[in-house]
């Protein structure tokens, strides 16, 4: 059973689209080729799509492509002037008189647009029938609660899957609304936190110490993960050489970086230990099965693509950059997970789409249950634990 994991990455999600066209392409008379589906912050938005429409994922692939590559920042959050201006006269008004006119923004940013867009193409009554009808097996979003610091796994699955809780996380099977999806791409200061019950939750990220664990408990006994950053890519800027302080704007994408790949990575290697020792000592290890991964990462740094494609961010959102000091080629790392303009997004699906295609022998073979040894592409995108 194949589980597909969406990590979060904001507008560097798009490489997740591009990977699922290819895959599209690569699996043409498949059914949903993935039964448990799960997807953090931006992940969790082609991963809820993907899992309303697992009865023709294909045709839900290509809906993705079709929004992520049209894609304006403005159907995200509002970056016109007007809004800018008052969002930051709201700050500055509410720092001088310390608090006592105004209260602090909720956010930095002001994500209703988003909303909207998810109320139009996420049908979340349609998670539930893909579950009913059999076409996916379960599916989860992931999500941090503010109050006891979790991170909450909500799924919903066949009826045999429990709730499960560890150390720090725990999965809560629940009726899956807009609501779950926008707490789960809640990125902390940019976006407001959301409430559900009685709880605050943002983004899935943010207390995701083990991000591969939800799809184990699942059921899942292959995970095929689509990251945004490469492992060996993760310093402050493009170059290796960092001569002056990072500026606020280059310490927040560092920040977001972090927040978004890190523990994949972290999580990826402790998976082949556990493997290896399942391996070695089976008698030592009962309980414990095997977890194969192949992981498909961008084969290009998105800032340097995003560095390519500055030019096309609104001037409210270009501002604000200039402002915290992200706006120019050093500070292309934030603006990789900010501009979700069209040029940038479609450079992505185009990477992605190529990268997995130049991965097309161990994807086929890793998706047709063959045992696989340990092994890297030519590219270095592909990884086989």
């Given amino acids: 059973m194949v589980g597909l994991v969406l990590t979060g990455g904001g507008a560097r999600s798009a490489y997740q689209v591009g990977v699922l066209l290819a895959l599209a392409e690569l699996l043409p008379r498949s059914r949903n080729p993935f039964p448990i589906i799960v997807g953090t912050s931006a992940g969790a938005v082609a991963a809820s799509v993907l ?59 002001d994500n209703s647009p988003l909303r909207e867009l998810l109320s139009v193409h996420v049908d979340c009554s349609g ?26 796994a909500f799924f919903d699955g066949v009826d045999s899957i429990r709730d499960w809780s560890r150390v720090q996380r725990l999965g809560r099977r629940t009726q899956l609304t807009i609501d779950h999806l926008m707490a789960s791409a809640a990125i902390p200061l940019l976006f407001p936190p959301m409430r559900i019950g009685d709880d605050f939750f943002g983004d899935g990220a943010m207390r995701q110490l083990h991000p591969l664990s939800p799809a184990i408990h699942l059921g899942a006994e292959r995970l095929l993960i689509i990251g945004v950053r490469q492992r060996r890519a993760a310093g402050v800027s493009v170059s290796r050489l960092h001569t002056t302080m990072p500026s ?29 020792l399942v391996h070695s000592a089976p008698e030592a290890t009962r309980g414990e099965r095997p977890i194969e991964t192949l992981m498909l990462a961008p084969s290009v740094d998105p800032r340097e693509i ?80």
């Fill in 51 to 109: 899992a309303a429409e697992a009865h023709h994922w294909r045709r839900a692939v290509a809906g993705l492509e079709r929004v992520w590559a049209n894609f304006r920042s403005e159907q995200v959050f509002h970056v016109n002037t007007r809004h800018m201006m008052r969002a930051g006269a709201h700050w500055v008004l509410a720092l001088v008189s310390g608090g006592l006119v105004l209260s602090p923004p909720r956010s930095m940013l």
């Fill in 248 to 276: 606020p704007g280059e310490i927040f994408g560092y920040m977001l970086d972090t927040l978004f790949t890190d523990q994949i990575y972290g999580d990826l290697e402790q998976l082949e230990r556990i493997n290896e």
């Fill in 127 to 152: 998670i539930r029938r893909s579950i009913a009808r059999r076409h996916l097996h379960a599916f989860a979003l992931c999500a941090t609660s503010y109050s006891s610091g979790h991170s909450v």
């Fill in 306 to 385: 995003a560095a390519r494609h500055v030019r096309e961010m609104p001037p409210g959102l270009r501002a604000l950059l200039r402002v915290i000091g992200g706006r120019d080629a050093s500070g292309s790392q934030l603006a990789s997970y900010l501009m979700f303009e069209s040029g940038y997004t479609r450079a992505l699906i185009e990477l992605g789409y190529r990268d997995a295609m130049e991965a097309r022998t161990p994807l086929l073979a890793f998706m047709g249950g063959e045992k696989l040894p340990q092994v890297m592409t030519a590219s270095g995108v592909a990884q086989v634990t």
